[in-house]
């Protein structure tokens, strides 16, 4: 596909179980972004994957939350133990370039509900 | 002080006239900055981004950049009711940090 691709696009949970979101970015993209929206809110930022160095994790609101990226392609997001404040829309976004210097190509986000 | 901040709205404007819509920002060396539209429900989709030699303008919209006094506008010419949405401001701090978003509302 052309575009960023994420899965699953709808997630109920019940408190205190693990979630797994993946994200597919668009090929030959080299930075890799996760964000989390709730509702009625701006995008939060999580946490920045470019090229082989290592994460900017400083958004993750806790240790909770942890993610990798195989490959420099593929990325998944995990959630532990979620609580019902994990509730929101996730967002996934890769650009051509890192640091910022290129726009940013937004995947359909996962909505998760945890109950 | 937040990275990036917007006026959360909603702003208000009838159909026809020009949307002005701000965004302020604290990293001095920020070098680019990204205007998003979001629908409801639907993802951010780009509009247009500036680097920090130049404002640009493409067709109705105009994103102009003030460095000394540290914000970045979206102009919106001949406003639609089509253009009503959330207008999200990214700028580059290393890595893209968004605003909350200004919601715009054009009154036919």
């Known amino acids: 596909g052309a575009g960023v691709s994420q899965s699953p696009s709808n997630k109920v949970t019940e408190k205190g179980k693990d979630v797994e979101l993946r994200c597919d970015p668009i090929?030959?993209?080299?930075?890799l972004y996760w964000y989390r929206q709730s509702l009625g809110q701006g995008l939060e930022f999580l946490i920045y994957?470019?090229?082989?160095?290592?994460?900017?994790k400083s958004g993750l609101p806790s240790d909770r939350f942890s993610a990798e990226r195989t490959g420099g392609s593929v990325s998944t997001l995990t959630i532990q133990r979620t609580q019902q404040e994990d509730s929101a829309v996730y967002l996934c976004?890769?650009?051509?370039?890192?640091?910022?210097?290129?726009?940013?190509?937004f995947g359909n986000g996962t909505r998760l509900t945890v109950t | 002080q937040k990275e990036v901040e917007q006026n959360s709205g909603p702003l208000s404007v009838p159909e026809g006239a020009i949307a002005s819509l701000n965004c302020t920002y604290s990293?001095?060396?920020?070098?680019?900055f990204f205007w998003y539209r979001q629908y409801s429900g639907k993802s951010p989709e780009l509009i247009m981004f500036?680097?920090?030699?130049g404002d640009k303008e493409d067709g109705r919209f105009t994103a102009q950049l003030n460095k000394a006094s540290q914000y970045v506008s979206l102009l919106i010419r001949d406003s639609q009711p089509s253009d009503s949405a959330t207008y999200l401001c990214?700028?580059?701090?290393?890595?893209?940090?968004f605003g909350q978003g200004t919601t715009l509302q054009v009154k036919p």
């Open positions: 976004a890769s650009s051509l370039e890192g640091q910022g210097r290129s726009p940013l190509h």
């Open positions: 090929s030959g993209h080299t930075a």
């Open positions: 994957f470019q090229g082989n160095s290592a994460p900017d």
């Open positions: 990293d001095r060396g920020s070098q680019s």
């Open positions: 500036i680097y920090s030699n």
């Open positions: 990214a700028v580059n701090t290393g890595k893209l940090i």
